[in-house]
């Protein structure tokens, strides 16, 4: 688990800078701040309507061995999205706004369901 949260403070950022820099030789300095300015509107637009405590919820779910609705897991990757948007960088805007995609957003809830299924030890759905 230790490599991840490494990979996240340590690799990201210096993934995000050198893109930026390499950007500019592309566009000009002010075009790369003002992308970074209306992400960062957008994200805090965006997640003025989440709750705060969709966390706690899930993980009160997860302790009394509970898969969370479908809908909390859905606010849930809403609200990581929109603060994927608030970090500077273009890798996480990507991120971010991919994560608003409907589609990929249901296949994300499909995929942190069925490995919530898993870790509980909970049977498989039938289909």
């Not at 849930?76 to 994560?99: E, K, M, R, S």
């Amino acid at each position: 688990m230790w490599w991840i949260l490494s990979f996240i403070l340590l690799i990201i950022p210096v993934l995000e800078i050198w893109i930026l820099m390499e950007l500019t030789y592309i566009m000009p300095l002010s075009t790369i701040f003002l992308q970074c300015v209306v992400t960062l509107a957008a994200g805090v637009w965006l997640m003025q309507g989440e709750n705060f405590s969709l966390w706690s919820l899930v993980e009160s779910e997860l302790r009394n061995k509970r898969l969370p609705a479908e809908e909390v897991l859905a606010d849930l990757l809403l609200l990581g999205g929109g603060v994927l948007l608030i970090v500077p960088g273009l890798l996480t805007d990507a991120l971010g706004l991919v994560i608003f995609i409907p589609a990929v957003r249901q296949e994300s809830i499909r995929l942190l369901r069925n490995r919530m299924r898993k870790t509980l030890n909970l049977p498989a759905l039938e289909k």
